[in-house]
């Protein structure tokens, strides 16, 4: 297995993978996620792997197919009179085939990207996991991944 950035010819196993991961939210959440679809179309995926600033990595098989992806943005926090300014890599979305899991390949996706946030100069990185993607949390918390702060909602 290798990681490397995404190229167009990852979209088909990309897709596949999106499809799963939106799955799993539309069952944990189905009043606002819609089953059938996925978070990008093809042609966004195709500007973003054009876009430094939001690289995507995949896990790459034997055969070169996609085994698990990493979309990530870079964001910044400008230095305020209360905040001190910092990078940071925020990790969209992070998914192994269903297929394959168990086999490391998410803690492999994991380290490349800390190491890579690590050499763009990043102070941080962060992502968002569901309430209810319990196997998710569990992961990255595997990973040192710990809770920064807690997002609350109220369903009017």
Request: net charge negative; hydrophobic share 40%; proline share 3%.
């Amino acid at each position: 297995m290798i990681i490397r950035r995404a190229e167009q010819k990852d979209i088909d196993g990309i897709l596949k993978l999106l499809r799963q991961v939106l799955e799993i939210h539309a069952k944990i959440r189905p009043d606002l996620f819609v089953s059938g679809t996925t978070k990008y179309s093809e042609e966004q995926l195709k500007e973003m792997f054009l876009d430094d600033a939001r690289p995507v990595f995949v896990a790459a098989g034997e055969s070169d197919e996609v085994l698990g992806y990493a979309f990530c943005v870079f964001q910044e926090q400008p230095a305020t009179p209360y905040m001190n300014q910092f990078k940071t890599l925020y990790i969209d979305d992070l998914c192994v085939d269903q297929n394959v899991r168990g086999q490391h390949i998410g803690k492999s996706l994991f380290e490349y990207v800390k190491g890579f946030a690590k050499e763009a100069g990043c102070y941080d990185i962060t992502l968002n996991v569901w309430t209810g993607n319990d196997s998710a949390r569990t992961f990255y918390e595997n990973m040192g991944m710990f809770a920064k702060e807690t997002q609350m909602e109220f369903i009017l």
